[in-house]
T-cell receptor, first 112, second 112 residues
Framework: GESVGLHLPTLSVQEGDNSIINCAYSNSASDYFIWYKQESGKGPQFIIDIRSNMDKRQGQRVTVLLNKTVKHLSLQIAATQPGDSAVYFCAEKISGNEKLTFGTGTRLTIIP | DADVTQTPRNRITKTGKRIMLECSQTKGHDRMYWYRQDPGLGLRLIYYSFDVKDINKGEISDGYSVSRQAQAKFSLSLESAIPNQTALYFC???????????FGSGTQLSVL
């Protein structure tokens, strides 16, 4: 499944499938990007980050891709599990500036 | 994250009342932040602090004040609450070496 965070705020994926959550960021000067996961009733939890000198970074079951040309960021979750159900936020930042600009989020729902 | 504790978890108050939200952390981080989350708007930075007595405005500081009297504590005050301050408030910390934020579980504030 694939979504654009700002235009399709919900994404439903079959358990076991891969999920792709997209994010269009706004500032071409941003050089640091983060994905957060927010489960119901909890605060955002760090998933993975990437700096602008990279275009791909992998973690455990997650991969972040960065395309600076079109100012696009994506989060890929492999073999989606029920525990992945949450709202996912991308955030962008300029190094040295404390302002972290968050996107509006995409709600990921896992279908059993 | 249990290392960043916010109190209270929920608060209902009336317009014009003074409200204080508390945040304490056991991470030993120097940097602390207050964010506000509204549906459809993501998280926005209210105030941040790099050290005891250090206070910096974020993007939406009007109507709010903060106090950092100890490294582990950062409180947010609404001097005269108004209904459009109804939101979910998050405290976060960072160690300053990496830009990763650790969030508390949030305080849901309703101003009637």
């Amino acid at each position: 499944g694939e979504s654009v965070g700002l235009h399709l705020p919900t994404l439903s994926v079959q358990e076991g499938d891969n999920s792709i959550i997209n994010c269009a960021y706004s500032n071409s000067a941003s050089d640091y990007f983060i994905w957060y996961k927010q489960e119901s009733g909890k605060g955002p939890q760090f998933i993975i980050d990437i700096r602008s000198n990279m275009d791909k970074r992998q973690g455990q079951r997650v991969t972040v891709l960065l395309n600076k040309t079109v100012k696009h960021l994506s989060l890929q979750i492999a073999a989606t599990q029920p525990g992945d159900s949450a709202v996912y936020f991308c955030a962008e930042k300029i190094s040295g500036n404390e302002k972290l600009t968050f996107g509006t989020g995409t709600r990921l729902t896992i279908i059993p | 994250d249990a290392d960043v504790t916010q109190t209270p978890r929920n608060r209902i108050t009336k317009t014009g009342k003074r409200i204080m939200l508390e945040c304490s952390q056991t991470k030993g981080h120097d940097r602390m932040y207050w964010y506000r989350q509204d549906p459809g708007l993501g998280l926005r930075l209210i105030y941040y602090s790099f050290d005891v007595k250090d206070i910096n405005k974020g993007e939406i500081s009007d109507g709010y004040s903060v106090s950092r009297q100890a490294q582990a504590k950062f409180s947010l005050s609404l001097e005269s609450a108004i209904p459009n301050q109804t939101a979910l408030y998050f405290c976060a910390t960072s160690d300053g070496h990496r830009e990763k934020l650790f969030f508390g579980s949030g305080t849901q504030l309703s101003v009637l």
